[in-house]
């Protein structure tokens, strides 16, 4: 079977096949009952299968109607989205933009990027909200998302906007000088670390570790315990004790000395920030465009 031969025979099913209804599809796309169910058995018996059940009262797919719908209908709608997106952008990208993000997600990731598609498109508007936990971007209205990969949702696009991410053990150099350094992840139990709590639950961030395949959590416990990890990088350098912090956050710091970095072979990298959102929805000109400027794009070796 060619498939461009049959593709307004597919559409036609899937209309059907969603609707429930010949009358309804029909209707939809403009078509005749008649038209549209001589449409539906030219197809059937060029795939010589039955994809849709009849009663004088029901229509509903087969089953291999239904393993037609759910695997071809999302191609068609992937599709058709970006014909809207196309068609979009002969007009000028504008509108306003909302992402969730961590504090030092914007930090790392939105601001550098923004500072360029923003003075590009001044028509466009991006809002940030800044939320430590994981947030239902669709139930709080907000058009993408900003997390590390393992955050991610299942059933969501997500494209990575940065590299990957190392997790650094730090504390200033007195700490070190009056407790001594922890030599392994389990000697963390006899510190004192910064715990960061996390919404909404608000329980207490496990400090993650792995070295040659094997994963350690460890639960810490310190006398000072906050809720972003901005404020947790603060109480390190006020030498109140270890915190767990991602390493772009504390390399500057660490350059200068103001933090000692302990445990840095049992720090592996993890998966980078990711920009995620909704599978199948349809883009604008300008939601296009903050997405191909957050793009993660590696350098490669000259």
């Known amino acids: 079977m060619n498939l461009?031969?049959?593709?307004?025979?597919?559409?036609?099913?899937?209309?059907?096949?969603?609707?429930?209804?010949?009358?309804?599809?029909?209707?939809?796309?403009?078509?005749?009952?008649?038209?549209m169910s001589q449409t539906i058995r030219s197809l059937e018996e060029h795939l010589g299968v039955r994809l849709l059940a009849r009663t004088t009262r029901s229509v509903a797919p087969t089953e291999a109607?239904?393993?037609?719908?759910?695997?071809?209908?999302?191609?068609?709608?992937?599709?058709?989205?970006?014909?809207?997106?196309l068609a979009d952008f002969g007009a000028k990208p504008a509108g306003t933009i909302r992402i969730s993000a961590t504090e030092n997600a914007a930090a790392a990731v939105l601001w550098p990027a923004l500072q360029k598609i923003l003075a590009d498109y001044p028509s466009i508007r991006v809002e940030i909200g800044i939320d430590s936990?994981?947030?239902?971007?669709?139930?709080?209205?907000f058009d993408a998302g900003v997390r590390h990969g393992?955050?991610?949702?299942?059933g969501m696009i997500a494209v990575p906007v940065g590299p990957d991410l190392r997790m650094a053990v730090v504390a200033a150099p007195p700490y070190f000088e009056r407790y001594g350094r922890p030599r392994t992840p389990?000697?963390?139990?006899?510190?004192?670390?910064?715990?960061?709590?996390?919404?909404?639950?608000?329980?207490?961030?496990?400090?993650?570790?792995?070295?040659?395949?094997?994963?350690?959590?460890?639960?810490?416990?310190?006398?000072?315990?906050?809720?972003t990890a901005p404020a947790s990088l603060t109480a390190a350098l006020a030498g109140l004790g270890l915190a767990y912090l991602p390493?772009?956050?504390?390399?500057?710091?660490?350059?200068s000395g103001a933090l000692v970095r302990v445990l840095e072979d049992w720090c592996d990298p993890f998966t980078?920030?990711?920009?995620?959102?909704?599978?199948?929805?349809?883009?604008?000109?300008?939601?296009?465009?903050?997405?191909?400027?957050?793009?993660?794009?590696?350098?490669?070796?000259?």
């Open 65 to 85: 109607g239904e393993h037609l719908l759910n695997n071809i209908g999302p191609l068609f709608e992937a599709i058709d989205n970006e014909l809207a997106v």
């Open 150 to 154: 393992g955050m991610v949702a299942n």
């Open 186 to 227: 389990q000697e963390l139990t006899n510190h004192n670390c910064i715990n960061l709590r996390m919404p909404p639950a608000g329980g207490l961030l496990a400090w993650e570790f792995e070295k040659d395949s094997h994963e350690l959590r460890v639960r810490v416990d310190g006398q000072v315990v906050v809720s």
């Open 4 to 35: 461009r031969d049959h593709l307004d025979d597919i559409m036609a099913f899937l209309e059907v096949a969603r609707e429930r209804s010949f009358t309804r599809a029909a209707a939809k796309l403009g078509l005749s009952q008649s038209r």
């Open 272 to 302: 980078g920030y990711h920009l995620y959102f909704p599978n199948r929805r349809q883009h604008s000109a300008a939601f296009a465009v903050v997405i191909e400027g957050l793009r993660y794009r590696p350098r490669k070796d000259s």
């Open 247 to 255: 390493e772009d956050m504390v390399s500057a710091h660490l350059a």
């Open 133 to 141: 936990g994981p947030t239902d971007i669709v139930a709080e209205g």
